[in-house]
T-cell receptor, first 116, second 117 residues
Framework: ETGVTQTPRHLVMGMTNKKSLKCEQH?????MYWYKQSAKKPLELMFV???????ENNSVPSRFSPECPNSSHLFLHLHTLQPEDSALYLC???????????????FGAGSRLTVL | AQKVTQAQTEISVVEKEDVTLDCVYE???????LFWYKQPPSGELVFLIR??????QNEISGRYSWNFQKSTSSFNFTITASQVVDSAVYFC??????????????FGTGTRLQVTL
């Protein structure tokens, strides 16, 4: 496989459920990202990992918990979500996350989450 | 603070028409990068172009062309002779060079382009 792969593509969960989103990249990149895409709003950066270390947490509620066991895998653990958390969650990767760089992000197709 | 404005929410054109997608940005950085991404119905954002703030040359790639004007803080995208396969949501994005929030990639809200036969 090539590129960035996200699973599951669709997820429906209740507010008391615990679920996880998975992202895998086969590009040899060292930085991975979670973005949230809601209708009619700009993409919101949630988390950034660079060389497996979390470098940014964009004031994301604790009901979202990221995990990056290695540079190729990124998870987003979900717990006691709210209906307003329903959105498309996009994973991306880039060569690295230098502050002075302008790295191009490669995105996955997203996981469409619906919270009932 | 950085900001990217894509005032056109939705555009509908007939195949073979030319269409321009507008992008206006705000930044205090003197060095920055501008991007366009395409999001087809399949969901993934696909990179189209990156331009740095020192390079104001317009660029053409096949049916796509980009007009970067620093004086008006705009980075507009034109599709010539549009095709149905061009139907997608197009995002303009900005990344400043510096620390803190300026280093983040800021996206606009996107323009949905519908090309019909």
């Amino acid at each position: 496989e090539t590129g960035v792969t996200q699973t599951p593509r669709h997820l429906v969960m209740g507010m008391t459920n615990k679920k996880s989103l998975k992202c895998e990249q086969h590009l040899g990149h060292n930085a991975m990202y979670w973005y949230k895409q809601s209708a009619k709003k700009p993409l919101e950066l949630m988390f950034v990992y660079n060389f497996k270390e979390q470098t940014e947490n964009n004031s994301v509620p604790s009901r979202f918990s990221p995990e990056c066991p290695n540079s190729s895998h990124l998870f987003l653990h979900l717990h006691t979500l709210q209906p307003e958390d329903s959105a498309l969650y996009l994973c991306a990767s880039s060569q690295d996350h230098q502050l002075s760089g302008a790295n191009v992000l490669t995105f996955g197709a997203g996981s469409r989450l619906t919270v009932l | 603070a950085q900001k990217v404005t894509q005032a056109q929410t939705e555009i509908s054109v007939v195949e073979k028409e030319d269409v321009t997608l507008d992008c206006v940005y705000e930044t205090r950085d003197t060095t920055y990068y501008l991007f366009w991404y395409k999001q087809p119905p399949s969901g993934e954002l696909v990179f189209l172009i990156r331009r740095n703030s020192f390079d104001e040359q317009n660029e053409i790639s096949g049916r796509y062309s980009w007009n970067f004007q620093k004086s008006t803080s705009s980075f507009n995208f034109t599709i010539t002779a549009s095709q149905v396969v061009d139907s997608a949501v197009y995002f303009c994005a900005l990344k400043g060079i510096g620390s803190g929030t300026a280093s983040k990639l800021t996206f606009g809200t996107g323009t949905r382009l519908q090309v019909t036969l």
